[in-house]
C-alpha cells in the first residue's frame, strides 16, 4: 500500500507537469525539488503572498497552487545547477539571491509589470504565456502544468547571465541556451534536466523546417527576439526559437564546437570580448549602451571566432542536424 506522503508526492507531479513516468534518460542527472527554504509574509501594496528564500533564490508569489509554490524552490536550485553544466562555469556566490515573482494570475501579473518595467512597458504587457527577465528581475504567472515551470527555467538563465557576465553574449547563443534549459522531466519529486529533449521547441522546429520557413545562418545570427517577432507570423516567431535550440544542439555535439562556445563564455564572464573583437573595453562598452544594435554588430564576429568562420559549411551541417534531429531524414 502506497503511504500518504507517496501519493502527495505522486498527485504533485501529475498536477505539475504529467511525468513521463521514465525517471528521467539514462546519463542525465536528477536532482530532488525537496529542499529547506525560509518561508514568510509578502505583504505589498495591494499584494498579500508569501516569500520564500533558498540558496540562490528569493521567491515572492501570489499563486494558490500550493504544489508549485512548494516544489518551486528546489525546482530554481536544479535549474541553477543546470545552468553551470549547459555553460561550463563554475558555481560562483552572488552579492544576493537572485529575485523572482511569481504571481497567481496574468492580471496581477501585470500590475507588477508596471511597477517594475520601466521603458517599452506595453511591450512586456503584450506577452501572451509566461513572463520575462528585466533588469536581473524575473516576473511571470503561474499558467499551470509544464509551462510555468519551463518560464521558470528560460527567464532564469536569462536572469543568470545577467548576474555572471561582465560582457553581453550574442543572442543566439543566450536565447539558444535559454530554450536549451526549459526541457525537464519530473518523477515523483525529482527533476531531470534534458537538453535534447524539448517538446515545444521540437514541434517548432519541424514546422519551421516542413512549411519552408528555415532563417539562414547569416540572418539568423545577428537576430533577436525583438526581431523575429516584429513584423512576423506567430509561426515564424516561434521558429526562430526552435531553431536556436537546435544550433545550440549541434554545437553541444561536437567536441570543437562545444569547447569554442565554453571560451565565449567564460571571456564574457571575465570581461574579455572586446580581445576577440579587436576593440577597447570602453569601445565595446559604448556599443552596448545602443541596446540591440550591439547584437547585430557583435554575433557574426563573435561566432566566426569562437566557433567557425566556414558559415557556409556549418550550415549545411547544422541544416543537415536539425533535420535528423525531428525525425526528417532527407
Same mark, same amino acid.
Given at each position: 500500500?502506497?503511504?500518504?506522503?507517496?501519493?502527495?508526492?505522486?498527485?504533485?507531479?501529475?498536477?505539475?507537469v504529467g511525468c513521463n513516468g521514465g525517471g528521467g534518460a539514462p546519463?542525465?542527472?536528477?536532482?530532488?525539488?525537496?529542499?529547506?527554504?525560509?518561508?514568510?509574509?509578502?505583504?505589498?501594496?495591494?499584494?498579500?503572498?508569501?516569500?520564500?528564500?533558498?540558496?540562490?533564490?528569493?521567491?515572492?508569489?501570489?499563486?494558490?497552487?500550493?504544489?508549485?509554490?512548494r516544489y518551486l524552490p528546489g525546482f530554481m536550485e536544479a535549474a541553477?545547477?543546470?545552468?553551470?553544466?549547459?555553460?561550463?562555469?563554475?558555481?560562483?556566490?552572488?552579492?544576493?539571491?537572485?529575485?523572482?515573482?511569481?504571481?497567481?494570475?496574468?492580471?496581477?501579473?501585470?500590475?507588477?509589470?508596471?511597477?517594475?518595467?520601466?521603458?517599452?512597458?506595453?511591450?512586456?504587457?503584450?506577452?501572451?504565456?509566461?513572463?520575462?527577465?528585466?533588469?536581473?528581475?524575473?516576473?511571470?504567472?503561474?499558467?499551470?502544468g509544464l509551462g510555468t515551470l519551463s518560464v521558470a527555467s528560460h527567464?532564469?538563465?536569462?536572469?543568470?547571465?545577467?548576474?555572471?557576465?561582465?560582457?553581453?553574449?550574442?543572442?543566439?547563443?543566450?536565447?539558444?541556451?535559454?530554450?536549451?534549459?526549459?526541457?525537464?522531466?519530473?518523477?515523483?519529486?525529482?527533476?531531470?534536466?534534458?537538453?535534447?529533449?524539448?517538446?515545444?521547441?521540437?514541434?517548432?522546429?519541424?514546422?519551421?523546417?516542413?512549411?519552408?520557413?528555415?532563417?539562414?545562418?547569416?540572418?539568423? *545570427?545577428?537576430? +533577436? %527576439?525583438?526581431?523575429?517577432?516584429?513584423?512576423?507570423?506567430?509561426?515564424?516567431?516561434? &521558429?526562430?526559437?526552435? $531553431? @536556436?535550440?537546435?544550433?545550440?544542439?549541434?554545437?553541444?555535439?561536437?567536441?570543437?564546437?562545444?569547447?569554442?562556445?565554453?571560451? *565565449?563564455?567564460? +571571456? %564574457?564572464?571575465?570581461?574579455?570580448?572586446?580581445?576577440?573583437?579587436?576593440?577597447?573595453? &570602453?569601445?565595446?562598452? $559604448? @556599443?552596448?549602451?545602443?541596446?540591440?544594435?550591439?547584437?547585430?554588430?557583435?554575433?557574426?564576429?563573435?561566432?566566426?571566432?569562437?566557433?567557425?568562420? +566556414?558559415?557556409?559549411?556549418?550550415?549545411?551541417?547544422?541544416?543537415?542536424?536539425?533535420?535528423?534531429?525531428?525525425?526528417? $531524414?532527407?
Amino acid at each position: 500500500m502506497k503511504t500518504r506522503s507517496t501519493l502527495i508526492v505522486a498527485m504533485a507531479c501529475a498536477l505539475l507537469v504529467g511525468c513521463n513516468g521514465g525517471g528521467g534518460a539514462p546519463g542525465l542527472r536528477g536532482q530532488s525539488m525537496v529542499i529547506r527554504v525560509r518561508r514568510g509574509p509578502w505583504n505589498g501594496a495591494n499584494t498579500h503572498g508569501v516569500s520564500l528564500r533558498s540558496r540562490n533564490y528569493r521567491i515572492y508569489t501570489t499563486s494558490t497552487n500550493e504544489l508549485l509554490v512548494r516544489y518551486l524552490p528546489g525546482f530554481m536550485e536544479a535549474a541553477h545547477e543546470n545552468y553551470l553544466r549547459l555553460t561550463g562555469l563554475t558555481y560562483k556566490a552572488l552579492d544576493g539571491p537572485m529575485t523572482i515573482y511569481l504571481m497567481g494570475t496574468r492580471r496581477e501579473w501585470a500590475a507588477l509589470t508596471r511597477k517594475v518595467v520601466r521603458r517599452n512597458v506595453e511591450t512586456y504587457l503584450s506577452i501572451e504565456a509566461g513572463g520575462y527577465c528585466y533588469d536581473g528581475i524575473c516576473v511571470f504567472w503561474d499558467m499551470g502544468g509544464l509551462g510555468t515551470l519551463s518560464v521558470a527555467s528560460h527567464e532564469g538563465l536569462h536572469q543568470f547571465f545577467r548576474r555572471r557576465m561582465k560582457d553581453q553574449i550574442p543572442m543566439w547563443l543566450e536565447e539558444g541556451l535559454c530554450v536549451t534549459a526549459e526541457g525537464y522531466d519530473i518523477f515523483a519529486d525529482i527533476v531531470t534536466f534534458t537538453p535534447d529533449r524539448n517538446v515545444g521547441r521540437f514541434n517548432n522546429l519541424r514546422n519551421n523546417i516542413t512549411q519552408n520557413r528555415w532563417i539562414p545562418i547569416d540572418r539568423l *545570427l545577428p537576430m +533577436d %527576439a525583438g526581431m523575429a517577432i516584429d513584423g512576423s507570423s506567430t509561426e515564424r516567431a516561434v &521558429g526562430y526559437y526552435g $531553431q @536556436l535550440w537546435a544550433m545550440v544542439q549541434f554545437i553541444r555535439s561536437r567536441a570543437d564546437y562545444r569547447a569554442g562556445m565554453s571560451r *565565449l563564455i567564460a +571571456d %564574457a564572464e571575465a570581461g574579455r570580448l572586446n580581445v576577440a573583437l579587436k576593440v577597447s573595453a &570602453g569601445e565595446l562598452e $559604448q @556599443l552596448r549602451r545602443y541596446g540591440r544594435i550591439y547584437n547585430r554588430i557583435v554575433s557574426v564576429p563573435l561566432f566566426e571566432r569562437y566557433i567557425t568562420d +566556414d558559415l557556409e559549411k556549418f550550415e549545411k551541417e547544422y541544416r543537415l542536424f536539425a533535420r535528423k534531429l525531428v525525425n526528417l $531524414q532527407h
